[in-house]
């Protein structure tokens, strides 16, 4: 004997007056049916005897009687939503039960072999019947079309390793029949597990990376320390110089003020000497102009009258000193001091530097035609005519540059001897830098130069051309 199962919901034993499951149902002439209560107190309040729903007339009250079928039915309902959860109704984006009628509930589970979401009711077969029993299930899903192969129909249920994708039994066997297939659950297992190890390897790189960075900071907090100190060194005795220079300064300017003032000072006093002398001669002349005797101021004169012997002092001078002369001099002996004092500094770097050499090789693919590279590939010099080379992307085609063979991307130093050139260009550049047309050189170009231009050396490590004074080098 077969069995059919249907799903009750509460609206078909739902009153339409109190909106409540049924308690004693009667049914209308019309059909429809009511709590007895309800309906009752509907008329009462009314007088008039209308069907609630339809409103079909009756000419006299109906004689109702409790519908004895609907009334157990309404009991059996009450007792088994009682005893299981709350079914409610699929909302806006919820997944909504496949088999129920409007209005759907909201799916518990959906199907993976079925391709269908079930609420609570019809989910029953699934844990019942032992058919079905075996079929997978999973928390409700969206859009189940997407788990069925387009082209053959069936449920995708293989996970194909090499194409990492899923097909369905009759893919597997046509299309994949090479390709290692796995059921999905193994194939996901296997995919978390290739994803995880991925990313915990690009975390251990990146981890490595820090640590890296860490000590490159640590190392460069060290460095910065180390030359701070020796930077406070040079500047402290930078400052002693010029400190001890300037007294020297001071020193020679007073004393030489000062030996002025005194030979100034004792020309002065001479001269004064002299004035009184002078002025004594004035009083004893006008003692004898006051004699009324002649004779005697006659006889006077010739020994008191005449003026005592003095000093030229036309061509005598107090010259001023070469004060300016005494600046100089001691700048120039200030700069001495100082490239004493720096000497070994430069030579400490240079050394420090040399830890880092690196033997340079040119790169033949990148010299310009008109360059020719030596043999072992370390001197370069100009052609009178064009080299016939092959073009590539990586030569250059108007500047006379040529790149080495080696990168590198930590602390490096290389040597270069420049002989006979008027004008040259040393320097690096990146990997990445423009090999054709005009090329201006700067870092914004991805070039760091110094050069000698129109007997002018010069230092470009910023878009605009920095021109710095250096001794003329040889050896760079």
């Known amino acids: 004997m077969a069995t059919?199962?249907?799903?009750?919901t509460e609206e078909q034993f739902q009153c339409s007056i109190c909106l409540e499951v049924f308690t004693d149902p009667v049914t209308t002439p019309c059909g429809h049916n009511f709590c007895k209560k309800c309906l009752d107190q509907h008329w009462n309040d009314t007088r008039v005897y209308k069907c609630p729903n339809c409103n079909q007339a009756f000419h006299s009250k109906p004689e109702l009687k409790v519908n004895i079928f609907i009334c157990e039915m309404a009991q059996q309902f009450r007792s088994r939503?009682?005893?299981s959860p709350v079914q409610m109704k699929a909302a806006a984006g919820e997944v909504g039960c496949d088999l129920c009628l409007e209005p759907r509930l909201k799916a518990l589970k959906s199907c993976l072999v079925c391709l269908s979401s079930y609420c609570e009711l019809h989910l029953q077969p699934h844990r019942s019947?032992?058919?079905l029993k075996g079929h997978q299930l999973s928390p409700p899903l969206k859009d189940l079309s997407e788990r069925v192969c387009e082209e053959h129909n069936k449920p995708l249920e293989l996970f194909c390793v090499r194409d990492e994708c899923c097909v369905c039994v009759f893919c597997a066997y046509r299309g994949h029949e090479r390709h290692r297939v796995l059921p999905l659950e193994q194939g996901c297992e296997q995919q978390l597990?290739?994803?995880?190890?991925?990313?915990q390897w690009m975390i251990k790189r990146k981890e490595t990376k820090i640590q890296e960075l860490r000590s490159s900071v640590e190392a460069n907090n060290k460095a910065a320390d180390s030359q701070i100190t020796t930077g406070v060194k040079i500047f402290t005795a930078l400052k002693e110089c010029v400190?001890?220079?300037?007294?020297?300064?001071i020193q020679e300017i007073t004393r030489r003020r000062t030996a002025a003032e005194e030979q100034a000072k004792g020309y002065i006093q001479e001269i004064e000497q002299e004035i009184s002398e002078l002025k004594r001669r004035c009083c004893e002349l006008k003692q004898l102009s006051?004699?009324?005797d002649h004779f005697h101021t006659l006889k006077n004169f010739s020994q008191h009258g005449s003026a005592p012997e003095t000093k030229d002092w036309k061509y005598v001078h107090v010259y001023e000193p070469k004060y300016a002369h005494i600046v100089v001099r001691t700048l120039s002996?200030?700069?001495q001091d100082f490239i004493k004092n720096t000497k070994h500094l430069i030579e400490e770097n240079l050394r420090s530097a040399r830890i880092h050499i690196k033997y340079i090789k040119l790169d033949s693919g990148t010299v310009h035609p008109q360059l020719a590279v030596s043999d072992n590939c370390t001197e370069v010099q100009c052609s009178s005519e064009k080299i016939t080379v092959e073009d590539n992307p990586h030569r250059f085609d108007k500047g006379l540059y040529v790149l080495g063979t080696m990168g590198f991307s930590e602390n490096f130093y290389f040597e270069a001897a420049v002989r006979g050139k008027s004008e040259w260009t040393l320097g690096v550049a990146q990997e990445s830098v423009t090999r054709k047309g005009d090329i201006t050189l700067n870092s914004e170009n991805g070039f760091w130069t110094i050069g000698f231009r129109k007997k002018t050396f010069y230092a470009s490590a910023?878009?605009?051309r920095e021109t710095v004074p250096i001794l003329q080098p040889w050896n760079l």
């Open 462 to 464: 910023t878009p605009e």
């Open 333 to 335: 002996d200030l700069e």
């Open 4 to 8: 059919a199962t249907c799903q009750l």
């Open 193 to 199: 597990t290739k994803k995880t190890d991925e990313i």
């Open 129 to 131: 019947v032992a058919g």
């Open 290 to 292: 006051q004699c009324d």
């Open 81 to 83: 939503a009682r005893g």
């Open 243 to 249: 400190d001890r220079c300037q007294e020297k300064l």
